[in-house]
Nanobody, 115 residues
Framework: QVQLVESGGGLVQPGGSLTLSCVAS????????MGWYRQAPGKQRELVAS???????VYADSVKGRFTIVRDNPKNTLYLQMSSLKPEDTAVYYC?????????WGRGTQVTVSS
């Protein structure tokens, strides 16, 4: 079993910044792929950004140039650095990890962008 615990969400004004963290209960060296997803009210969950053990990260078009995903494997932590936040970024953000035995999700952290 893999537990993923997100933190760092909150209320931020448009144009502001926020960094989300996701701590894994296992070494992230064993998670082939890690990513951040989000789900806004009334919408489907969507991929925000993902990062494999190697290679370049993948970003949704809507966040390119504003968000950065960072894997800190020695700390078993995944980050999502968010800047130039917009009201449409408001959602519950979920951490996702995948390894050979399955896919795992955190419980999510709320991000609200509002003035």
């Amino acid at each position: 079993q893999v537990q993923l615990v997100e933190s760092g969400g909150g209320l931020v004004q448009p144009g502001g910044s926020l960094t989300l963290s996701c701590v894994a209960s296992v070494t992230t060296f064993n998670l082939n792929l890690m990513g951040w997803y989000r789900q806004a009210p009334g919408k489907q969950r969507e991929l925000v950004a993902s990062k494999g053990l190697y290679g370049s990260p993948v970003y949704a078009d809507s966040v390119k140039g504003r968000f950065t995903i960072v894997r800190d494997n020695p700390k078993n932590t995944l980050y999502l650095q968010m800047s130039s936040l917009k009201p449409e970024d408001t959602a519950v953000y979920y951490c996702n990890g995948q390894r050979t035995d399955g896919e795992y999700w955190g419980r999510g952290t709320q991000v609200t962008v509002s003035s």
